[in-house]
């Protein structure tokens, strides 16, 4: 019974794979709105420059947004007794004050860099939750670059946060995780090393039909890696996968399949040798959800290739 569901959802992207490559669109998603969250630690000033570079190269907006934590600093003054709710307010404003300069030296900061590199920008303040409201602004936005470690939480918390792993169960916007230190060559001088990974879920499928709707063949060199116990499935993805991105306009440099965890092979042979790498993400909660989601949290542990996550 296991066998048969497994070659089921088999079945289901190589179906998608075939549809994918018949029926090429009409006109790709160019990127020209960037939200780029932001908050005070080393990943934002990395995450900066990564997204920079994309807004040159496709002369697109980059928002800079950052969130007044409400309900953290609420959760973070104990209870007291009732005669004490005076006592309670007044730490309570002291963190939001403190919060509100922090947010002020963020934008000002931001709008400097955006300025000197040249490019078009907005700021914009929100209160409330981070990961809620950052995926509500995302909607709205072709492309969201963050940390792959965030600390939205910095009123409250000097430790990271779990924003990037909420977002990624439930936005349909396409983010990209960078590490702390990384310097992306500029699509426009160098062409950017892309690692595609094929696995037997349909989110890879979309990770690729993404990629291609954001990349520009010129710009990149990309490689395709399957995860797949079963060399032949692997071979035909694989193929499918190179003739749907040869139809658009992309060259295949390399292709190679694996029965290792897939985590554990990238970081053998190919971490340091990328500058990004695409990867779907199942959200469906359950038996098969576990392989990819295990990819990308065990990137987020090494820290040191920027993830375009579909």
């Known amino acids: 019974m296991l066998n048969k569901i497994i070659v089921n959802r088999f079945d289901y992207l190589q179906t998608y794979l075939m549809i994918l490559i018949n029926n090429e669109p009409e006109h790709f998603i160019v990127i020209k709105r960037i939200l780029l969250p932001l908050d005070t630690s080393p990943y934002t000033d990395s995450a900066m420059k990564f997204a920079a570079k994309i807004a040159k190269h496709h002369n697109a907006e980059i928002t800079g947004l950052v969130i007044l934590d409400i309900p953290g600093i609420e959760k973070s003054v104990s209870p007291v007794p009732l005669g004490a ?3 309670t307010e007044q730490p309570d404003q002291e963190k939001k004050k403190e919060a ?5 030296q963020l934008l000002d900061k931001f709008k400097k860099f955006c300025s000197e590199k040249g490019i078009r920008h907005k700021e914009a303040q929100l209160q409330g939750s981070p990961s809620d409201r950052i995926l509500a602004e995302s909607i709205y936005y072709d492309a969201v670059v963050m940390g792959l470690r965030t600390f939205f939480h910095f009123e409250t918390s ?4 779990d924003s990037l792993i909420k977002l990624l169960d439930n936005s349909v916007t396409p983010i990209y995780a960078v590490p702390q230190i990384y310097d992306m060559p500029s699509p426009d001088e160098k062409k950017l090393k892309i690692l595609l990974t094929i696995s037997d879920f349909l989110p890879s499928a979309r990770a690729i039909q993404r990629f291609v709707q954001v990349a520009t063949p010129d710009t990149v060199e990309v490689c395709l890696i399957a995860e797949v116990k079963d060399e032949n499935s692997a071979e035909f993805n694989l193929n499918q996968a190179e003739l749907y991105l040869q139809s658009h306009g992309f060259e295949v440099l390399k292709k190679e399949w694996t029965d290792r965890k897939l985590s554990d092979h990238i970081d053998e ?14 959200v469906k909660k359950g038996l098969f959800s576990v392989s990819v989601n295990e990819v990308i949290k065990n990137m987020i542990k090494l820290n040191r290739v920027p ?3 579909g």
């Open 269 to 282: 042979f190919y971490i340091g040798k990328v500058d990004i790498l695409v990867i779907g993400n199942d």
């Open 307 to 309: 993830l375009l996550i």
């Open 85 to 87: 709710i005076y006592y």
């Open 158 to 161: 000097d430790k990271p946060g």
């Open 100 to 104: 509100e300069l922090h947010i002020k």
